[in-house]
Structure formats: structure tokens, C-alpha cells
T-cell receptor, first 114, second 114 residues
């Protein structure tokens, strides 16, 4: 079982719909990142969370540390939101190895139709 | 757009050859991590460099090696290329090896081994 699981793997929505992407993890973490990857390959950091909730424009990210779960919401989705959304976690201080690296989920491919 | 640049953007090599990929980090960032992303998968951690020393490594063989220079730019070297090395190689820079700071990603180098 992967340490970071995302759902759904693929998501198709109509423009204007409210979208939720989920991320569950099984390790202790110090932070969770939501990232966006476009077909060209480059990755853009959307949020870094260690607790609570963050909002940026139409994007909202929440995290529940006790339940080891995070969600990324997109309100009023638009075709330009079409991309792969990736959840990644950074190990917590109780991890004896390198804490610097991120552990990635496989990503959720979002397609928003006009 | 981040200050992290990778070169080259695309590369085709023959099995058995050697390749060097380059990454310049975000200004002020002293840590660079390298990731391999196979098609349809999330990125996998290769290794991380902090102040010119490797300070973490994923499950990759020794033919994957790296360097970090005094200006914090970095190289990833892969010897004896195999067909399975074909992937998108991403580098990410952060301010320190373990402090929770944003990670900035480059656009990636797409390596094809034939």
C-alpha cells in the first residue's frame, strides 16, 4: 500500500462545478503539499499545510491531522483548471531518515469541460 | 513561474550511455532534491543535497549520482542507462533540508532511453 493515496484517480467535471480531491496518508508528517502539474511536466506548488485550512482564490485546502486526511477543493471550476493535482507529504520529526524529501501520491487527473 | 530551471528540457540517449541533468535552484535556497516520475506515476525521491552533501537517498542504485555546487545548483548523473530510466526528472529547491518551507520545482527534463 502506498504511503500517500489520492482519490479519485481521474475526474471529469463541467465548467462551474465544485470539485473535491482527497488525499490520505499513513505516515507521520510535518507538512502536506498540494501541487499542480500541467501536461508539459512542470510542477507548481499550490499549498503547504500543517494544520487547518488555506484558501487562495478559488482553491481551498484542508487537513485533518488526526484522521491523516486532506482535501483540495476547487470552486467554480474552469477548463484552465484541467491538470494533474498531486498530494505530497513531508515526513515528521519522528522519522529517523532524511526528512527533506517529499512522498508523492500518484495524482488526480482533472479535466474540466466547457 | 519559479526560479528553478532545468536543462536540457528533452533528451534522447541510447541504452548504456551516461547522462547529466542540471538544475539551478531558487535564489537563496540551499537544498535541492531530485525526483523521477515515470509515465502515469507520482514522482519518486532519488536523493537530496544540502550544502553540497548528499543527505538523503531513495531506493535508487548507485549508478544514480549527484553533485551540488557552491552556488547550490545541482547535477544528476545516471550511468549505464537502462530503458526503464526513461522518465521525467524533476528537481525541487527548498531553503533547508527539513524545515517546512515551500518547495519550488523546475519544469523537468524528459529523458528517453532507446
Amino acid at each position: 500500500k502506498n504511503e500517500v493515496e489520492q482519490s479519485p484517480q481521474n475526474l471529469t467535471a463541467q465548467e462551474g462545478e465544485f470539485i473535491t480531491i482527497n488525499c490520505s496518508y499513513s505516515v507521520g508528517i510535518s507538512a502536506l503539499h498540494w501541487l499542480q502539474q500541467h501536461p508539459g511536466g512542470g510542477i507548481v506548488s499550490l499549498f503547504m499545510l500543517s494544520s487547518g485550512k488555506k484558501k487562495h482564490g478559488r482553491l481551498i485546502a484542508t487537513i485533518n491531522i488526526q484522521e491523516k486526511h486532506s482535501s483540495l477543493h476547487i470552486t467554480a471550476s474552469h477548463p484552465r483548471d484541467s491538470a494533474v493535482y498531486i498530494c505530497a507529504v513531508r515526513r515528521g520529526v519522528d522519522y529517523g531518515g532524511s526528512q527533506g524529501n517529499l512522498i508523492f501520491g500518484k495524482g488526480t487527473k482533472l479535466s474540466v469541460k466547457p | 513561474e519559479t526560479g528553478v530551471t532545468q536543462s536540457p528540457t528533452h533528451l534522447i540517449k541510447t541504452r548504456g550511455q551516461q547522462v547529466t541533468l542540471r538544475c539551478s535552484s531558487q535564489s537563496g535556497h540551499n537544498t535541492v532534491s531530485w525526483y523521477q516520475q515515470a509515465l502515469g506515476q507520482g514522482p519518486q525521491f532519488i536523493f537530496q543535497y544540502y550544502r553540497e552533501e548528499e543527505n538523503g537517498r531513495g531506493n535508487f542504485p548507485p549508478r544514480f549520482s549527484g553533485l551540488q555546487f557552491p552556488n547550490y545548483s545541482s547535477e544528476l548523473n545516471v550511468n549505464a542507462l537502462e530503458l526503464d530510466d526513461s522518465a521525467l526528472y524533476l528537481c525541487a529547491s527548498t531553503l533547508a533540508g527539513w524545515v517546512n518551507t515551500e518547495a519550488f520545482f523546475g519544469q523537468g527534463t524528459r529523458l528517453t532511453v532507446v
